[in-house]
Each structure stands twice: as C-alpha cells, then as structure tokens.
C-alpha cells in the first residue's frame, strides 16, 4: 500500500475508531496561549476533570501582551495573562511567560526550543498550527472546546482528509522569498481552496528553502484552507533538530516521514519556481494579490457580477481605485514580525535591504522579533542596530502584536500598513485599518521607498 | 451537551450574507476577545458590519433590517469562517441566536468549532445557494430537516452534505469530552505501545 507522509502520520496516532465515523487520534504534544485556551480550562472546571497528561503541554503567552516591555499594558490583558499562569500552576503545566527567556511567538518558540521533530502530532488553539508540517510533523489548529478535549483526554476526535499535493519545481528568481512563494500558492488555488484538504509542498523549489522558509510555508498554507501543511522530512531537517533545548529527548522512529514515491494524492497543483515574482496584496483576502511590478486589478477583468462587486467592495476597503500601480501605494507605517516572518532568517533578510538606508520621512516602522532568544539573537549579529539605523523601531518583548492588533499596537481606521504577517482581513490590524501582505525585505523596501517598492530594486 | 434538547429541525427567517471569504475576525473582532468566559459575545458578532464607528446600527446591514432583525439562519458567501481559529466567532452566533449557516463550504476549524457548539452547517451546491439567497433576501423563511438532510423554502427543495458525525452531534447533543473518556482504556492503550522517546515531557 503506498501512502502519503499525511496518511502515515494518521495512521501512527489513531488510537481507535468511534461509531459515527470519526476516529480518535493522539496528541503528542499541545501548546496553548493565553486567549483560546481560559473557557477550555474553565470546562476542565466544570466537569471536574483532571488534566491527562500535563508533561504533554506548553503555554506561551504571545497573543495580547504588550512588546514594548514586558509588563501588560492594561488590565484585561493582564487578566488573561494571570489566568494562563494560574490555570498551568493549577494543573503543573509548563508555562512561559513574560520575562521569561524563552517566551515569543508560540510558533516560533517551539522549533527554537526543538520541541517538533518529524513524525509528531501537534495540536495548538491558533490556526497557524500549520507551522510544523515544515518538519514532517502533523500540526493543526483546534478551537477551545478542542483544546479542552486534548487537555482531558490527550486526543482529538478527527476525520481523515483529502490531500492535495503542490509541487513547485524549478529555481525562484533572486528576490523571491518563501513568502512570495507561499503568497502565489494562496492566490493560485484561491482562499479556500484547500478546505477538506491536508496539502503536501513538494518540488525543487521547496527543497532548496532552509527551514525558516519552509515554516512560512507551512504556516501560510491556513489561508488556502488547507488544516495540514507537510513537507517530506530531508537533510535540512535533521540538521535544523540539533542544538536545542529538547533535542534528543524525543524521536519518533517507524516510518521515514516522506510520502511513498507512488502514492496517490486526491488532487495534484503545479506552479512553475519561474512564475513566481515578489507579491503584494492589493484587497482584503490573502488571495487577492499580484506581483509588485503589476497593477491592482480592474473590474473588465472579471466576469461574474458577484467577483466585480467583490472587487469593488475590497478596492473601497483599501482606498485604492482600480487599475492603479502597485508601486503607487503609498504606505503609513510598516511592520515587520508574526509567526508568519519573524526569525532571525527573516529580520537577517529585512537587514541587508536596510543597511545603509532610511525609513522615509513620515513612515511609522515597527520591528518585533518573534522570540527573547530571536532579539537576543539578532542584536547579538548587529541586526538591531541596522534596524535602528535606519530609523526602525526594535520593539524589547516578542509577541504576534500588530499581526492581529490584539495589544496595544493597533492600526488606525484607513491607515495602511505594509506588512510581513499573514492576513490582510477587514479590521485585522484595527478596525478600519488597511493591510498589505508581503516579504520581510518588501516591507523594508517599502518603508524606505515611502510606498510599495519593488525589493529587486534594492541591491 | 448532553442535557441539550434534541433538535431535527431548524425552521426560520433567513439572512443572506453572499460575501465571500468571511473571516473570524470580521465575525467576531479582537476587541471582544480579551475575556476569560464564554458569555457576552452578542454584541461583538458581526459587529463592525453592524455598527458604525458610534456604536449606531448600520441601517443598510442586512441583519439590521426587518424581518431579518429576528433571522435564526444565515444563507452565506463561500469559504465562510476562515482564518483565526476563535471559538468565540461561534459563540457569538450562538448568543445572537444564529441556528444554522447554509453555504457551500466552511473553513475547517470553523467546521469543528460550529459542531462543538450545536451551530448547523449545511453544505449545499453553489446552484442551490444562489436560489437560497433570493429566497431568503425575499424573507422567505427556510426549514432544514436535519435528519432527512434536506433544506425546503417556498418551492425549492435540495438536499445538503452534512457528515454523520456532525448530524448525530447536532441531533442527540453530546457532551465529546465527556463521550472520549469512555474509550479511556483504548488511550491506554495506545499509550503502553509507545516507547519513552515518543512520550513528550515539555522542560518547565
């Protein structure tokens, strides 16, 4: 039987079949964070369950503090955050949390942390869960009445998907990064293409990225749909499991963690590595996106009323009018961090553009690494002190911040934002306010140009 | 939940929301987040579509108009529920008595969280959809017969997808914390074939 690398890791955690058709699957490894998870343990409560498995489990506090320092900058931020602290206590669960060398962007904590490792199931309440396929991991995003399941129980009740394989072959110009990559993925199978789907990235293009672009691969993915991103377990991955906290203590040995070379999947997408240019999105969906040197599109180029009304509503969103050039967009502030690109591969990338160079008059430039170990890191290289150079404020505390605007940094009704996170949703960054996704090194283009920047003009 | 009431059929006026694309964060905002219960999330659902920037409703925003003010169902764009995955979008329909959502696909964390929460999904083609949205921008009222999986409005009559575990969830109510825990001898089991490199034991 030949099988994919997502029908091998299903079947390595089935624990049995349930009579409605589902199946119970078991959760290696759980991380939470401090907004999805107060009602699951709160649930725990109720019914006066205990915890399964608490060695099981991490919490990270990322989504709502402040990253300006590292006291929450009001009180019902700092609710939430007592509350994680307390319920981990509660349950002796470990918790990271703000102060705390180790703390960051869940998703950017648990690599550096080498707490994935090929062949492991993840669960975590946050749909960019997606992240560890770049591992060969299964990682998925669950909501709170899940995470309450996996607490309880330490599995999930689950039903196989479709899966869906994207091959990328061939080289990827100079300029184009994973994002770019991950970008033309989105807007090639469209925004919820790969609904029901667990998709595996394979072809030369992904096999030369190192691990950092294959995790924004992997975490974008969410934004076509897809609940399972996986890339086949090689080189580059066993290298990246050194040196880290964990590593060694875990290993998942049985299978080889790649799909079989003629295992079947249920639909097959192909994009050529040459297609791909720099990308930028113009409209409040992920997918609605074109390369930098193109123009936002105008209504003769659809057919259907309803894709002319769509278009319509998201130029009105975004304040532009049909048929401008990209590069005409100009920017209010930029912003450079979330799980998406915030690795010290994506500031070290944003850097080279910026070295030697200024943020242009007027431009509010914002750089929040994802991790403690990430700045550290990263002012260790010099890499805080181009960034300042260049007039880019290097934020002390790591968290997702203005990705989802959940703390203190919030974008204002109508301004715009070049951006290197991964949604560009109505009222994402703040009600009113006006997301452009792109590369880290686009968003350092941008705020030096003062408007959308072509990066390959940059060298 | 267990002590839920049975329910086999979902019977009411229904809002169209042909938007595509519809997000977690346009349904229920970040600012209605920061809380530790699952209670009051009425008044954050939908809520930049409608309010404005005063708090005053939107009078051009379907769900503030009549007879849509009371409508239990919504007839919804494609890939409905994507992005983030918060719960809360979920109990905030709920709370604002939102029974079901008829669409012709449904992001999957959405999926689960709607099952979880007793919010009917039914899955129709984009044929269907369309007559179901000038139904219900009629305000003609739409019935979903859960158990024949069948939606009915007027002279239309289709059938919808739903899976069976989602339609015995939305029928008998159950509680799937509590349900699991019944196979706690088959985790056990798993478990004892395990060996201790696969057991994960996180650094504190």
Redesign the interface.
Known sequence: MRRTLYDKLVDAHQ??D?P???M?I?V??HIMNE??S??AF??LDT?A?SV?RP????AVVDH?NATRSDEPHDA??K??ID?LEDNCTKHDI?FYGLGDPRQGIEHVVVPE?G?VTPG?LIAC???HTTTYGAYGALGF??????V??VL????L?Y?R?KTMRVMIDGETAPGVTAKDIIMKVVQVV???GA??FAVEFAGSAIQSLDMAGRMTVCNMAV?L?A?AALIAVDEVTEAALQGH??SG?????GENWMSDPEAVFDKEVTIAGSDIEPLITWGT?PDQSVPITANVPVASDYVSP?AKA?LD?SLKYMGLTEGQSAQSIKIDTAFIGSCTNSRIEDLREAAKILEGRRVAVGIEAIVVPGSAMTRIKAEAEGLRAIFEAAGFEWRPEAGCSMC???NDDIAM?GERVASSTN?N????QG??ARTHLMSPAMVAAAAVAGHLADVRGFT | MKDQKMIKTIKGVAAPL????V?T??IM??RF??????EGLADGTFA?LRFD?AGGPRPEFILNKTPWTKANILVVG??FG??????HA?WGMRQLGIDACIGT?????FY??AR??GLALPIISPETRDLLLQAAGNGTEITIDLNGRRLTTGNISAPFEM???TQ??LIQGR????D??E??D??RD??AGLNS????????
């Open positions: 624990v049995c349930l409605d058709g589902d119970l078991y290696d490894f907004y999805t107060p009602q709160s649930g019914k369950l399964w060695e099981a489990h991490l709502v019902a931020s609710l939430l509350n470990a942390q707490l492991m309440g946050d749909s995003g669950i909501g709170t009445s899940e309450e399941h309880a129980t330490q599995t009740r039903k998907m469209g925004a919820g609904n029901g934004e749909g609940r906290a964990h203590q875990f290993a998942f040995e969906s309803k769509a509503r989802l605007a959940m009704d949604r949703f109505e009222g994402r009600r009113g | 042909p938007l595509a694309n997000d964060d346009v905002p970040k987040l920061i809380t530790i219960t699952r930049d920037n494609d890939n994507c992005g983030s995955s918060r719960e979920v696909s449904f992001a999957g964390i689960d969280n979880k929460n899976d069976d575990a015995t969830a509680n799937d914390t509590l699991t825990l196979h706690a088959a985790i798993y478990e490199e696969m057991r994960v034991s996180v650094n504190k």
